[in-house]
């Protein structure tokens, strides 16, 4: 989008995709491979930018919540998904704006629900368009 003009300004967006990447790492590690609390507060001090502070509430977090940062991801990937899906079918007629209220207004329901939402979203613009 050229929001960031120079590497020191694109360091909060880099950061922020390394705390992403870590919760990925820190949560299996945790449920599945056995991690102690001081493997998982490890991996987040030596791979992001986050204060003590923040370490220790994420980890609070996904130590009590198994999988949460995993079913985060596979939901940002299928609303990734979902999105280029309406951009292909719709075209010049894509409304980000339009999308973005779809999807927030939502809530939370399962993502082959959503799925058929946007579908019928898709649908209904396209209708409207002829």
């Given amino acids: 989008m050229g929001v960031y003009r120079d590497p020191f300004e694109a ?11 870590c919760r990925l790492v ?4 945790i449920h599945v491979m056995g991690w ?19 370490i220790d509430t994420e ?12 079913a985060y991801k ?12 309406a951009e292909q079918r719709l075209g010049d007629r894509f409304d980000i704006r339009a999308f973005h209220d779809l999807i927030l207004a939502q809530g939370q329901v399962p993502l082959s ?13 396209l209708a409207r368009a002829e």
């Fill in 74 to 85: 596979v939901g940002e990937l299928r609303i990734v998904e979902i999105r280029r899906r």
């Fill in 36 to 54: 102690t609390y001081e493997q998982a507060r490890a991996c987040f001090t030596g791979n992001t930018a986050l204060a003590d502070i923040n």
């Fill in 59 to 70: 980890l609070a977090r996904y130590i009590g919540a198994p999988g949460g940062a995993v």
């Fill in 113 to 125: 629900m959503l799925d058929a939402i946007a579908d019928r979203w898709i649908e209904a613009q």
């Fill in 11 to 21: 360091f909060g967006s880099l950061s922020t995709e390394m705390w992403r990447a």
């Fill in 26 to 29: 820190v949560d299996t590690g």
